[in-house]
Every structure is written in C-alpha cells, then in structure tokens.
C-alpha cells in the first residue's frame, strides 16, 4: 500500500540540532523527498534523495536513508527560529508519476 | 518566471454550491497535480494530469469532483454541491516534461475553500 507516516511534533531550542523521521513502505520508491511549508503557504522542495543512496549532505541538511527498514530521516544542524515550518516526507511511486505525502512534522524552534 | 499561480486564494461557498478552483503551472510545464491538505493534516494525491488526459485520478472522490486540464487554459479543479467536508486548502503542483522521474513538484500557495 502507499503510506508514508512521520512523527507530528518536534520541539527544539535554537541552535541545537533537529532529527525528523519518516517511514514508507513502497520498497520501489525511487526518488524520497523532504519538503518544507511554512504557514500559509505551498510546499518547497528542501531535499531529495535517490534510493540508491544511503546519505546525502547540503549546508545544514543530512538525509539519511536505510532502505531495509525503509526508514528517511533529516536532520537539520544549528537549528533556527526561521527553521520553524512543517516537514514533509515524501516518496514518489509508480515511476515517479505520484508522490505520496506523509502526515507532516510541525518542527518549533525555541529562542 | 512565475510560479504556480493559483486562483482563489480563499474561496467561502455555502453548502450545495459549487467550487472552481483555478491552476496555471510554470511555464513550460506540461503536468499538474491536485492535492487537499484537510485541518491539521497532511497532503493527500487527488489527480495528475497533462494537457487534454487525466493519467492518474485515483486520489479523487468519486461524485461531485471533477478536473481538466485543457489544450489552453489553466487547470481546473471543480466541485459540485459542496459539503462542510469539503473545507480544505487544495494545492496545485506542476512539473516539466522529462523530470517526472525524479518526481520534483513545484507547488502553488494554495487555494483555502470553506463552506459554511
């Protein structure tokens, strides 16, 4: 089945480090994504990673992905009250025609 | 380059009326994808299309909703006698042709519909 499940919360305090996690379950996903709302506003794309790979690092992003346990998780460095937002999780399913999203992370930032 | 443009931002209709919900893609995209994010929830698929087809409609109710995307003219999203359940944020996403395989979705602000 599609479904992509994520924690709902994560509360933090600036400058520390934040991890959202995310489970799917299409085993042939190939592209998994992270995207990034703030309020009142669409979605944009922060991250993806292709299935064939285990890391992948930008500025203050890591994704990690453990495709056994079909496990992503982002992890955010030296976090910031701009940072706050909902997190989205994503897989795209059926040759990359649909992507299918989870719940989201609503990630705040304490000062 | 503009975005996603969609139109209405917010859109109030009383029950039994119906809702038109507008999508123009980025220039030069040829396929758009219709999402609802219902209070506190997150995205689910509705619909994609490309120009004149609808490839994949499986996320859509089967009364009362509809989609198009003509030849000329933006996408529309159409929902015929609303119900309060109907009350969501519905959000337009398009991608150009040959990148639907790394499935990048560039997303509009939203179309915010309440029925009261």
């Known amino acids: 089945g599609e479904d992509v499940e994520q924690s709902l919360f994560l509360s933090v305090r600036e400058g520390d480090s934040s991890v959202i996690n995310c489970t799917y379950t299409?085993?042939?996903?190939?592209?998994l994504y992270w995207y990034k709302q703030e309020p009142g506003a669409g979605l944009q794309l922060l991250t993806y990673i292709f299935s064939n790979m285990d890391m992948k690092q930008d500025q203050r992003l890591t994704v990690l992905l453990n495709k056994k346990d079909k496990h992503l998780s982002l992890r955010i460095a030296d976090t910031q009250t701009g940072d706050s937002a909902i997190y989205f999780c994503a897989e795209s399913i059926g040759g990359g025609f649909k992507t299918i999203f989870g719940a989201g992370t609503r990630l705040f930032v304490k000062a | 380059n503009a975005g996603v443009m969609q139109n209405p931002r917010h859109l109030v209709r009383r029950r039994g009326q119906e809702a038109r919900l507008r999508c123009s893609p980025m220039?030069?995209?040829?396929?758009v994808y219709w999402y609802r994010q219902l209070p506190e929830e997150g995205l689910k698929f509705m619909v994609y299309l490309q120009k004149e087809n609808i490839i994949d409609e499986s996320g859509m109710p089967k009364e009362r909703f509809s989609a198009e995307f003509p030849k000329e003219g933006p996408s529309i999203l159409r929902i015929q006698q609303v119900v309060r359940g109907d009350s969501a944020a519905y959000f337009c996403a398009s991608s150009p042709p040959g990148t639907a395989h790394t499935g990048e979705l560039f997303f509009g602000e939203g179309s915010r519909l309440t029925v009261l």
């Open positions: 220039k030069g995209h040829s396929h």
């Open positions: 299409d085993s042939s996903s190939t592209y």
